[in-house]
């Protein structure tokens, strides 16, 4: 079955850098955009960035331009996002999700799967 497996959130400081992963399985992984997501307590699910299929075109959320980086792994079914110089405003839980095909899209109910997240916690 299809699985998205979210890795490496935890607890860091104001200023440091994360890199968060994501593990695809269960479905043709070269043939979809993919795409992460951040939850804040008490918020809905916000676009963080996205990556079409080929990995040739990237796409950023207003808040993490410039400071953050997707990127992807074809032959290992992976994903990533490199977060630097982070804040306290990007805790939350962040979601790896999947659509088929060469869109994306900032409004999260487009996405096809998502996985079960991973948490970042900022503290200033």
């Known amino acids: 079955q299809v699985q998205l497996v979210e890795s490496g959130g935890g607890l860091v400081q104001a200023g440091d850098s994360l890199r968060l992963s994501c593990a695809a399985s269960g479905f043709d992984f070269g043939n979809y955009a993919m795409g992460w997501f951040r939850q804040a307590p008490g918020k809905g699910r916000d676009f963080v960035a996205a990556?079409?299929?080929?990995?040739?075109?990237?796409y950023y959320g207003d808040s993490v331009k410039g400071r953050t980086t997707i990127s992807r792994d074809n032959a290992k079914n992976t994903v990533s996002l490199q977060m630097n110089n982070l804040s306290p405003e990007d805790t939350g839980v962040y979601y790896c999700a999947a659509l088929v095909g060469s869109n994306w899209y900032e409004e999260p109910s487009e996405w096809t799967y998502w996985g079960q997240g991973t948490q970042v916690t900022v503290s200033s």
């Open positions: 990556i079409i299929w080929s990995g040739e075109s990237t």
